[in-house]
C-alpha cells in the first residue's frame, strides 16, 4: 500500500490515461483526475479558475498525461490548432509542476511523470506540432528534475511507442499499422496496461534514484 499517498493525473478517461488511473487505484493511490468539463487543459483560463477554485489541493504524485494530436503537414499548421496543441500538451504541465511541485519540495518527497511520446525523438509527416511539445516535454523533465531534485522530487518523462488504443485506430488507417506493426521487432502495439505498469513504479517509491529521463516504451520500434 501507498499510505494514502495522493495522485493529481491528467487524461485518466480513456486510453493510456485510464489504464494509469486503474493500476493506481488497485496500488492503493487516491487518483485525482478531473473530467475535461472540469478542467479543460486547452484553455488557460479554465486552469487558472480550476487551480484558484483548488487552492488547498495537494499531491504527491503528479502525471501530466493528457494529450490532443491533430495531423497537419507544416505548410498546413493553423495558428489556432498550434496554439491549442501547445497549451494542452505543454503549457498545462508547466502550470501544473508549478503549482504542486512546491509543495512536494517542502514535504521532501513527490513524483512528476510526463507523458511524453517516441514522437518527442522521431517523428512522422504531419505530425510537427504534436513532435515538438513532446519534445519541449522532454525538455521540461529533465530542467524539473534539476530545479526539484533537491527537495526528493523525482521527475522523468514516458515516451510510448505505438499503444493498441481507440486514438490510435482512429489516427492510422489499417493498412498503415500493419506496417507499422511489421516494423515493431516484438510484432505487436502495447497494450495500455503495460505502459501503465511503467507508468506506475516510475511513480513508486520502489524508484528511489531514476530521475531526468525519457523512458522510451515502444517494443524496439525506435532500434531501427
Known amino acids: 500500500m501507498n499510505n494514502h499517498k495522493i495522485v493529481f493525473l491528467t487524461g485518466g478517461a480513456r486510453g493510456i490515461g485510464a489504464a494509469i488511473r486503474d493500476k493506481l487505484v488497485t496500488e492503493g493511490y487516491s487518483v485525482i483526475s478531473p473530467s475535461r468539463e472540469e478542467l479543460n487543459l486547452a484553455s488557460r483560463v479554465s486552469v487558472e479558475a480550476y487551480l ?6 495537494r499531491a504527491d504524485v503528479l502525471i501530466n498525461n493528457a494529450g490532443i494530436s491533430v495531423p497537419e503537414k507544416i505548410s498546413e499548421i493553423s495558428w489556432d490548432t498550434w496554439n491549442m496543441t501547445l497549451q494542452t500538451n505543454l503549457s498545462s504541465a508547466v502550470r501544473l509542476i508549478q503549482y504542486f511541485a512546491p509543495g512536494m519540495s517542502s ?12 514522437l518527442g525523438s522521431v517523428t512522422k509527416e504531419g505530425r510537427a506540432t504534436y513532435s515538438m511539445t513532446k ?10 528534475a534539476l530545479e526539484y531534485g533537491s527537495g526528493g522530487v523525482l521527475v522523468n518523462s514516458l515516451a510510448p511507442g505505438y499503444i493498441d488504443t481507440e486514438l490510435t485506430r482512429k489516427n492510422n488507417p489499417p493498412s498503415e499499422l500493419a506496417s507499422v506493426i511489421r516494423s515493431i521487432p516484438l510484432g505487436r502495439m502495447a497494450d495500455p496496461k503495460e505502459i501503465a505498469s511503467v507508468a506506475v513504479f516510475l511513480v513508486s517509491d520502489q524508484n528511489t534514484y531514476l530521475t531526468g529521463q ?7 520500434f525506435t532500434c531501427y
Not at 135 to 144: E, F, G, H, Q, V
Open 52 to 57: 484558484r477554485g483548488h487552492s488547498d489541493m
Open 135 to 144: 519534445a519541449a516535454m522532454n525538455a521540461l523533465t529533465r530542467s524539473a
Open 107 to 118: 514535504r521532501g518527497y513527490g513524483r512528476i511523470l510526463n507523458t511524453s511520446s517516441i
Open 214 to 220: 525519457t523512458i522510451v516504451v515502444d517494443g524496439g
